[in-house]
């Protein structure tokens, strides 16, 4: 399976995170998955006339192009040129290269939430009118429309975050190189529904202050960030936490709050990151798939019933009271 990768309106941070997959390691997996990467601009040692050359042989259909992998944000600007973003050496914008390749490809694989939805390069009132593959935010169409579908029948795979997981890369390339991801394997932003079916909070190790309510109030604090410290893992989709990054770390499990970045627009949430946002003192953002109200009887009744290794613990820097021995019998 031939991969091209190309690197548009990002910071570097994906490609960064996919050189971290451990098990396998991302080019261990290449080869086992018989992938074959055309050119990545950070990884091959091909540059300039090189690179120019096996572009313009894919245009004219002489190298197969299996799967576009597009990194980065595509800019648009200024005025719908692109040319605040060059390919050097060929003339042409990387906008125009990707809207070039695309329809070339099998698949085309969306790495990270910059080319998925526009992410970070797309924030700060977007100078460069950056947008992603197949979504502007949040809304479907970006530099390509809605309908598009890659050559084998699917839209854009989305395989967003900020950065994008190392192995939501590794795994989606191996679902493709063995023809064994579908419509239906995409969820409604057509993120691949292996990890998009998750949220972060699912296997956090803060999930007993969560339940009990027993909140950190600085990020030094070992509570759950969920009411003063802005973290959304109820909302988030990813299995950040069930498959640990590099094997053993996350956001929440490094103590700093989930901010969603697999989700569009999570990188302008009209508040500080480390922040909750409430109304009387209620946060806003409660778990979607439950009523107000709900949440909030249960969570005064469980704040009631906190155990006090739980109500200190949260905001601590360190446990400080351990569980209790059962006592013996008898
Ligand atoms: S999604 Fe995040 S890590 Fe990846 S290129 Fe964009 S800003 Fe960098
Ligand atoms: S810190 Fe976030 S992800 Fe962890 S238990 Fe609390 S709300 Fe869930």
């Known amino acids: 399976m031939n991969v091209l990768w ?20 991302f080019f261990d997996l290449l080869d086992n998955a018989g992938v074959r990467i055309l050119w990545h601009p950070a990884l091959s040692v091909e540059s300039g006339e090189e690179v120019i050359a096996l572009l313009e042989r894919i245009v004219r259909g002489d190298v197969p192009l299996d799967v576009l992998c597009v990194e980065g944000a595509i800019a648009r600007g ?4 692109g040319r605040y973003q060059m390919l050097s050496g060929t003339g042409r914008s990387m906008f125009d290269w990707a809207l070039e390749l695309a329809p070339l490809a099998q698949h085309v694989v969306a790495v990270g939430s910059c080319a998925a939805f526009g992410g970070v390069s797309s924030a700060g009132g977007n100078p460069s009118d ?12 970006g530099i390509l429309p809605p309908e598009f579908r890659g050559r084998a029948g699917l839209p854009v795979v989305n395989v967003a975050g900020c950065p994008t997981h190392p192995d939501w890369v590794t795994e989606t390339l191996m679902l493709l190189a063995s023809d064994a991801l579908g419509p239906t394997d995409l969820d409604a932003l057509a993120r691949p529904r292996f990890y998009a079916e998750h949220l972060v909070h699912h296997g956090c190790p803060k999930n007993e202050f969560y339940e009990y309510k027993a909140s950190a109030t600085r990020l030094c604090e070992i509570g759950c960030m969920m009411e003063h410290l802005g973290c959304v893992g109820t909302q988030a989709v990813g299995d950040c936490n069930i498959r ?8 929440t499990r490094a103590g700093y709050p989930c901010i969603s970045c697999t989700a569009p627009e999570f990188e302008e949430p009209k508040h500080a990151f480390t922040e909750t946002p409430k109304v009387a003192g209620i946060p806003v953002g409660l778990p979607s798939d439950m009523p107000k109200a709900w949440f909030m009887a249960l969570a005064s009744l469980s704040k009631a019933a906190t155990p006090e290794r739980l109500s200190k613990n949260a905001v601590a820097d360190r446990v400080e009271i351990l569980p ?3 006592k013996p019998r008898g």
């Open 130 to 141: 950056a947008a992603g593959l197949q979504y502007e935010g949040s809304h479907a169409g």
């Open 78 to 81: 200024p005025r719908g040129t």
């Open 324 to 326: 209790s021995p059962r």
């Open 244 to 251: 640990p990054w590099n094997g053993s770390g996350s956001c």
């Open 6 to 25: 190309l690197q548009t309106s990002g910071c570097g941070g994906c490609t960064m995170s996919v050189l971290c997959a451990d098990a396998p390691n």
